[in-house]
């Protein structure tokens, strides 16, 4: 997943949570007695509230899984530059006996 399509989701679920948010004071103020607008309303941000802590989660877990990923193909790198070696010492201890 590309670091921008992250960001974008995460810019959208803030601006999505913002619009709720003021919709839910207008309503509020403007029509106090509309509880079960209020209550839907709030349920869905505190929805929105567990995307955004889960996208942040995922975000955090996919930089370590890079990271590893990048570790571990630079410990094969320097394992195959070994074997290499080692091979080629292999291959002059046979001749030179």
Sequence with gaps: ME?????KA??????????IQDSVDDIKKRNPHRTDLI??????????????NTIELMEK????ARSTAFRLERIGLELK???????NENEMLKTGL
């Design 3 to 7: 670091d921008l399509e992250i960001f």
């Design 10 to 19: 995460q810019v959208l679920v803030q601006y999505t949570y913002a619009k």
């Design 39 to 52: 209550t839907s309303m709030e349920s869905s941000l505190s929805d929105l509230q567990t995307v955004r």
């Design 61 to 64: 877990e996919l930089r370590f």
């Design 81 to 87: 530059a070994e074997l290499k070696e080692l091979k």
